[in-house]
């Protein structure tokens, strides 16, 4: 049974810093993608970050551009989104999702997902 769980969330100040962990079993994370998505109250959900399985290339949304930054350990099966710099923006559900070998901007293309982790930006 495949499963992926996200931990990190939680509450930070404008300006501060996260790090979400995406951990998976019963499916070995080198031969996947891995992307990270984000849904707000009231808005659909975006793509915020993928890494590639094939060569480990890595896409962005341009809102977080040189603020996080997506990592992969496949010793320990488990993928990351370093998130910098927070906003009040970035408030939202994180979801982490698996789909074999390439990224995708598309989430229905994802085969695999987590249960989502609140990540809220406030003073």
């Known amino acids: 049974q495949v499963q992926l769980v996200e931990s990190g969330g939680g509450l930070v100040q404008p300006g501060g810093s996260l790090r979400l962990s995406c951990a998976a079993s019963?499916?070995?994370?080198?031969?996947?993608?891995i992307g990270w998505f984000r849904q707000a109250p009231g808005k659909e959900r975006e793509g915020v970050s993928c890494t590639s399985s094939s060569d480990g290339t890595t896409y962005y949304t341009d809102s977080v551009k040189g603020r996080f930054t997506i990592s992969r350990d496949n010793a320990k099966n488990t993928a990351y989104l370093q998130m910098n710099s927070l906003k009040p923006e970035d408030t939202a559900v994180y979801y982490c999702a698996a789909r074999y070998y390439y990224c995708s901007g598309s989430s229905h293309e994802y085969h695999y997902w987590g249960q989502g982790t609140q990540v809220t930006v406030s003073s």
């Open positions: 019963g499916l070995r994370l080198d031969y996947y993608a």
